[in-house]
């Protein structure tokens, strides 16, 4: 596929329980952003990696929260000691060159939907 | 302190007609607007865009206006089609800084 993909799409866990999200961005591009989009809100940014540079973590809601980008392509969101106020749609997305060119299209995954129970 | 607002959670428009989708923003350094679509279940998808240095863009159907002055952007779709029933976002950035989105708002063509 030549989009952007997530997995899984639907996760349900229970309230303090860790969880693993992954994203698989557009062969190519460089730059790769984690949002999430709780009920009835907009979409909030949450992280930005640029290739090699230092990821921007300045979305981030608490220090549960923290993401990795492998080699440059896959990306794993990770949520520790999950809670209520965590369950949103996570959305993930990807661009050719990144936040230093504004026209630079972000192109998104289908987003995993997280229920915290 | 939301920077980007959207205030119509939801629109009703006829097919046929034009729909009109309204955005406020606040922070002046915002240089680049853009639109989004986003159906059911699927991530959002780029629709249009504009610079700060212009007051429209159109592409089609759809046609963004931009007013520096009262910072509002606007997006216009005429004629209204049943496949354009969707949340639409509103979103803005300044360079080299993070898109900030709005809310959304939910758009439904009538037949």
């Known amino acids: 596929g030549a989009g952007v993909s997530q997995s899984p799409s639907n996760k349900v866990t229970e309230k303090g329980k860790d969880v693993e999200l992954r994203c698989d961005p557009i062969?190519?591009?460089?730059?790769l952003y984690w949002y999430r989009q709780s009920l009835g809100q907009g979409l909030e940014f949450l992280i930005y990696f640029q290739g090699n540079s230092a990821p921007d973590k300045s979305g981030l809601p608490s220090d549960r929260f923290s993401a990795e980008r492998t080699g440059g392509s896959v990306s794993t969101l990770t949520i520790q000691r999950t809670q209520q106020e965590d369950s949103a749609v996570y959305l993930c997305?990807?661009?050719?060159?990144?936040?230093?060119?504004?026209?630079?299209?972000?192109?998104f995954g289908p987003g995993t939907r997280l229920t915290v129970l | 302190d939301q920077q980007v607002k959207q205030n119509s959670p939801s629109l009703s428009v006829q097919e046929g007609r034009i729909s009109i989708l309204n955005c406020d923003y606040t922070n002046s350094m915002f240089d680049y607007f853009l639109w989004y679509k986003k159906y059911p279940a699927e991530g959002p998808t780029f629709l249009i865009s504009i610079s700060s240095i212009k007051d429209k863009n159109e592409d089609g159907r759809f046609t963004v206006f931009l007013n520096k002055s009262a910072k509002h952007l606007s997006l216009h779709i005429v004629p209204s089609q049943p496949g354009d029933s969707a949340v639409y976002f509103c979103?803005?950035?300044?360079?080299?800084?993070?898109?900030?989105f709005g809310k959304g708002t939910r758009l439904h063509i009538l037949p």
């Open positions: 997305a990807s661009s050719f060159l990144g936040r230093g060119l504004s026209t630079d299209t972000q192109y």
């Open positions: 979103a803005a950035s300044a360079i080299d800084d993070k898109i900030i």
């Open positions: 062969s190519g591009h460089t730059a």
